[in-house]
């Protein structure tokens, strides 16, 4: 996930670039640039690093332009580097392009330029859009970028500019967000309203597969084929200071909310059609080494294991492969035994968790073939794996995990899946129902995030609860581990995330009317065991909450309160749930007040062990 601003007006085009850019850091940080277009030609400046390198870097050698765009890069294709940042240009220099999404074709579409001659500088896949556009280029910039679109697949908002037309800018979209801001006398293109909240109030909301040709005294919308499409401004609610939040009060919010769309990014490329394969090239595992397979070992901390326990389910059932979960920091201490073909699973949101490397260094000394499922692109977790599949969740700030999570369990799940196929281990009527319900994951997500005042509503009714118990069986036992540490690190509320099965040789001393309990009980292997253990603690004068699927009509007799959840295949189950946990403890936190975003005590990358 990248940021994009664009201007066109009487202001210096950099100032106002790297303004819109400084709100979207939060969207990308390990490189940045910027273009600007005067006198028959383009100027560019591009940095690795934040993007006060890149205001340094203006500082040195300042680009005097009225029209130009800018770019602050989450790497996606093609580590940090200044030859990836952003914007890429056409071997002539005579277009500039900066680009959110991801292009699925774009190795394709690089071998046919390259056969037409085209040189490719980058290890993007946005640099493909640059070249097109200058290959359909013969004057009009707006004809050049419909073509080019026609040509891509997968997702963009695209800001182009053409050294040798100052008077415009064009910009254009397919499911990477995109607005346009109104000015007077000066115009803008913005990745989110936040960017440009600080010049001007009003935009237009671009949808997909529309563009904009942007000038310094009007704005011409169009689709791609290039009928004109009317649109209504729209005016910012929220002040310019909520900027980078995108009117969210937390950062935690805000990627609580960007998870359909994270999910979708997070497949393309890799599942489109439920009766085709899924494609992992970036696992760098061959059909054989997968069929030789005899153990995983996922490692991980915090989140990340959670995610890795659900992982050790989901391997276990569908590829029928012997797996393990371990605590990286536990894991290295009982000096574990690695067997020939054992392929170990790193997982980490951030890369860089101090215990979670030491693990993968002491798992590859042993002889494990080390893959890795990370959202930080060229970490050091995931230069140290031989193999590598990201979660494109894009940065996650807020230090509570919720995108990186869902993300992690939907990336395993591919590589479970692909793993199933390859072994043929689990029938493909199985795994065809499996990749649908992948696919239907987003508009799941979406639907539970509609259902927030719901939950919220359930948050104000034990806020005030000292202590939690989250319980859960089979693949949703990580998911009630999950939900406690969700709710303990933003709210402080002592919560345990406990196997219900484990209930009566311990825990079940606890229940009391103070200790509330969520209870995960949709329908599958393990629903009538629930019930069992939401009885028991009814039966201790406990309040419960209950996890069930939209229609249970058990759940609610049973339990005080119900968190509902459309209903899916238990196997992806663990995604769903997670989000209204996430909220939960969000709005708990919320209602007392606590720093979600900077818990005390935390920190969002742990590098120490
Ligand atoms: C999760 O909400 C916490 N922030 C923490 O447990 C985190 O998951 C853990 O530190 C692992 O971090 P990583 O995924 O970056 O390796």
Same mark, same amino acid.
């Given at each position: 996930?990248?940021?994009?601003?664009?201007?066109?007006?009487?202001?210096?085009?950099?100032?106002?670039?790297?303004?819109?850019?400084?709100?979207?850091?939060?969207?990308?940080?390990?490189?940045?640039?910027?273009?600007?277009?005067?006198?028959?030609?383009?100027?560019?400046?591009?940095?690795?690093?934040?993007? @006060?390198?890149?205001?340094? %870097?203006?500082?040195? $050698? !300042? +680009?005097?332009?009225?029209? *130009?765009? #800018?770019?602050?890069?989450? =790497?996606?294709?093609?580590?940090?580097?200044?030859?990836?940042?952003?914007?890429?240009?056409?071997?002539?220099?005579?277009?500039?392009?900066?680009?959110?999404?991801?292009?699925?074709?774009?190795?394709?579409?690089?071998?046919?330029?390259?056969?037409?001659?085209?040189?490719?500088?980058?290890?993007?896949?946005?640099?493909?859009?640059?070249?097109?556009?200058?290959?359909?280029?013969?004057?009009?910039?707006?004809?050049?970028?419909?073509?080019?679109?026609?040509?891509?697949?997968?997702?963009?908002?695209?800001?182009?500019?053409?050294?040798?037309?100052? @008077?415009?800018?064009?910009? %254009?979209?397919?499911? $990477? !967000? +995109?607005?346009?801001?109104? *000015?007077? #006398?000066?115009?803008?293109? =913005?990745?989110?309203?936040?960017?440009?909240?600080?010049?001007?109030?009003?935009?237009?909301?671009?949808?997909?597969?529309?563009?904009?040709?942007?000038?310094?005294?009007?704005?011409?919308?169009?689709?791609?084929?290039?009928?004109?499409?009317?649109?209504?401004?729209?005016?910012?609610?929220?002040?310019?200071?909520?900027?980078?939040?995108?009117?969210?009060?937390?950062?935690?919010?805000?990627?609580?909310?960007?998870?359909?769309?994270?999910?979708?990014?997070?497949?393309?490329?890799?599942?489109?059609?439920?009766?085709?394969?899924?494609?992992?090239?970036?696992?760098?595992?061959? %059909?054989?080494?997968?069929?030789? +397979?005899?153990?995983?070992?996922?490692?991980?901390?915090?989140?990340?294991?959670?995610?890795?326990?659900?992982?050790?389910?989901?391997?276990?059932?569908?590829?029928?492969?012997?797996?393990?979960?371990?605590?990286?920091?536990?894991?290295?201490?009982?000096?574990?035994?690695?067997?020939?073909?054992?392929?170990?699973?790193?997982?980490?949101?951030?890369?860089?968790?101090?215990?979670?490397?030491?693990?993968?260094?002491?798992?590859?000394?042993?002889?494990?073939?080390?893959?890795?499922?990370?959202?930080?692109?060229?970490?050091?977790?995931?230069?140290?794996?031989?193999?590598?599949?990201?979660?494109?969740?894009?940065?996650?700030?807020?230090?509570?995990?919720?995108?990186?999570?869902?993300?992690?369990?939907?990336?395993?799940?591919?590589?479970?899946?692909?793993?199933?196929?390859?072994?043929?281990?689990?029938?493909?009527?199985?795994?065809?129902?499996?990749?649908?319900?992948?696919?239907?994951?987003?508009?799941?997500?979406?639907?539970?995030?509609?259902?927030?005042?719901?939950?919220?509503?359930?948050?104000?009714?034990?806020?005030?609860?000292?202590?939690?118990?989250?319980?859960?069986?089979?693949?949703?036992?990580?998911?009630?581990?999950?939900?406690?540490?969700?709710?303990?690190?933003?709210?402080?509320?002592?919560?345990?995330?406990?196997?219900?099965?484990?209930?009566?040789?311990?825990?079940?001393?606890?229940?009391?009317?103070?200790?509330?309990?969520?209870?995960?009980?949709?329908?599958?292997?393990?629903?009538?065991?629930?019930?069992?253990?939401?009885?028991?603690?009814?039966?201790?004068?406990?309040?419960?909450?209950?996890?069930?699927?939209?229609?249970?009509?058990?759940?609610?007799?049973?339990?005080?309160?119900?968190?509902?959840?459309?209903?899916?295949?238990?196997?992806?189950?663990?995604?769903?749930?997670?989000?209204?946990?996430?909220?939960?403890?969000?709005?708990?936190?919320?209602?007392?007040?606590?720093?979600?975003?900077?818990?005390?005590?935390?920190?969002?990358?742990?590098?120490?062990?």
């Amino acid at each position: 996930m990248c940021g994009i601003v664009g201007y066109i007006g009487q202001k210096k085009a950099t100032d106002v670039c790297v303004a819109g850019l400084k709100r979207l850091e939060y969207r990308g940080y390990d490189s940045a640039g910027v273009a600007v277009a005067g006198d028959g030609k383009l100027d560019v400046l591009k940095v690795v690093g934040k993007l @006060d390198r890149l205001i340094d %870097a203006l500082d040195e $050698s !300042p +680009l005097d332009s009225t029209c *130009g765009i #800018g770019h602050t890069r989450w =790497a996606t294709h093609g580590k940090p580097s200044k030859t990836n940042s952003h914007p890429h240009l056409s071997n002539d220099g005579l277009i500039a392009v900066v680009h959110n999404g991801i292009i699925e074709n774009y190795a394709r579409l690089r071998d046919e330029l390259k056969a037409e001659g085209v040189e490719f500088l980058s290890e993007t896949d946005t640099e493909v859009i640059a070249h097109l556009v200058r290959k359909y280029y013969e004057g009009d910039l707006a004809a050049a970028v419909q073509r080019a679109s026609q040509d891509l697949e997968g997702a963009f908002a695209l800001g182009v500019v053409a050294g040798d037309q100052p @008077d415009l800018m064009v910009a %254009a979209r397919r499911f $990477s !967000p +995109l607005v346009i801001g109104i *000015g007077e #006398g000066e115009n803008f293109i =913005a990745s989110d309203m936040g960017a440009i909240r600080q010049f001007t109030d009003k935009v237009y909301v671009i949808d997909d597969d529309e563009m904009a040709v942007v000038k310094r005294d009007g704005i011409t919308l169009s689709d791609m084929d290039g009928n004109p499409v009317e649109r209504e401004a729209y005016v910012i609610p929220w002040p310019a200071e909520a900027a980078q939040k995108g009117g969210h009060k937390h950062f935690m919010h805000k990627e609580i909310h960007e998870q359909p769309r994270a999910m979708r990014e997070c497949l393309l490329g890799r599942l489109s059609d439920p009766n085709a394969s899924i494609t992992l090239e970036s696992l760098n595992m061959t %059909a054989d080494e997968i069929k030789g +397979l005899r153990k995983i070992v996922f490692t991980a901390c915090g989140t990340a294991y959670h995610a890795g326990l659900v992982g050790r389910f989901l391997m276990e059932k569908l590829a029928r492969i012997p797996s393990e979960c371990d605590l990286a920091a536990e894991l290295r201490a009982r000096n574990p035994v690695v067997l020939d073909n054992t392929l170990a699973i790193i997982v980490s949101q951030s890369g860089e968790t101090a215990d979670t490397l030491v693990a993968l260094r002491e798992l590859k000394e042993k002889g494990a073939k080390v893959i890795s499922v990370v959202n930080v692109v060229d970490s050091s977790i995931a230069r140290e794996s031989d193999g590598v599949v990201y979660i494109q969740a894009g940065p996650e700030i807020g230090v509570a995990s919720t995108k990186a999570y869902t993300l992690q369990i939907l990336t395993i799940a591919l590589i479970a899946a692909h793993f199933a196929d390859v072994r043929g281990a689990t029938p493909e009527e199985d795994l065809v129902a499996l990749r649908e319900a992948m696919l239907s994951l987003p508009e799941l997500a979406q639907t539970l995030l509609d259902r927030e005042d719901d939950v919220k509503a359930v948050a104000a009714k034990y806020f005030e609860s000292p202590n939690a118990l989250y319980l859960g069986r089979g693949v949703n036992l990580a998911t009630a581990m999950e939900g406690a540490l969700k709710l303990k690190e933003i709210s402080y509320i002592h919560a345990e995330g406990y196997s219900a099965g484990e209930m009566k040789h311990g825990p079940i001393a606890l229940v009391e009317p103070s200790l509330v309990t969520v209870a995960i009980a949709v329908k599958g292997d393990v629903y009538e065991k629930m019930i069992g253990n939401i009885q028991e603690i009814k039966a201790r004068s406990g309040p419960v909450i209950g996890v069930a699927f939209d229609g249970d009509t058990e759940i609610p007799r049973q339990a005080d309160d119900v968190i509902w959840v459309p209903e899916c295949p238990e196997l992806v189950s663990p995604i769903t749930i997670a989000i209204p946990l996430q909220i939960l403890a969000y709005h708990i936190a919320d209602m007392k007040g606590c720093h979600i975003d900077q818990p005390r005590n935390l920190a969002k990358t742990v590098t120490v062990e």
